[in-house]
C-alpha cells in the first residue's frame, strides 16, 4: 500500500530504489505496512469533533487510572491524534485494526504483520 501523501510516498520509491537489491523487498514491505496502518489511523481524525470528544471521554474512563491523569493533562487537541485514541475511536466504530488490515494487505503482508505482532505480544504494531 501507497503512503497517501504524495512527498512520502516519492520519498519511500527514492529510499528503495538505492538500496541493493536484496534489501529492497524487506523494506518495500515494511513500507507497505506501516503505509496501510498510518491509513487506517488516520480514518478516525475526520469524524466530527462533538463524537470524538464523546469517544475521548469513554476512553479517559477505560484506562488505568495513571494513564488516565495523564492524558487528560494532555487534552482532547493532544490526544485526538494519538495511536492508542485513534484506535479506540476506529474500533468503537467498527473498524477494527486487524480486520481492516486484512482487506488492504497482500496476504503475504498481513501474516507479516500478524508474526510481528505476536512477537511484540502486542495486539497494534
Known amino acids: 500500500m501507497e503512503h497517501p501523501v504524495y512527498k512520502y510516498r516519492k520519498a519511500q520509491a527514492e529510499h528503495l530504489s538505492q ?4 534489501e529492497r523487498e524487506y523494506k518495500a514491505r515494511e513500507f ?3 503505509n496501510a496502518c498510518y491509513i487506517y489511523h488516520q480514518q478516525a481524525i475526520p ?3 462533538n463524537r470524538l ?5 469513554e476512553w479517559l474512563e477505560g484506562l488505568p487510572p495513571n494513564i488516565s491523569r495523564q492524558m487528560r493533562t494532555l ?6 491524534t494519538i495511536i492508542p485514541f485513534t484506535r479506540y475511536v476506529n474500533e468503537r ?15 503475504s503482508d498481513f501474516n507479516y504483520w500478524q ?4 512477537k511484540a505480544d502486542s495486539p497494534t504494531f
Open 19 to 22: 538500496l541493493p537489491e536484496e
Open 32 to 34: 507497505r505496512i506501516g
Open 47 to 49: 469524524i466530527q469533533e
Open 53 to 57: 470528544i464523546m469517544y475521548y471521554k
Open 75 to 80: 487534552g482532547f487537541e493532544a490526544c485526538k
Open 93 to 107: 466504530n467498527d473498524i477494527g485494526m486487524r480486520d481492516w488490515l486484512k482487506e488492504h494487505l497482500s496476504a
Open 115 to 118: 508474526e510481528l505482532s505476536k
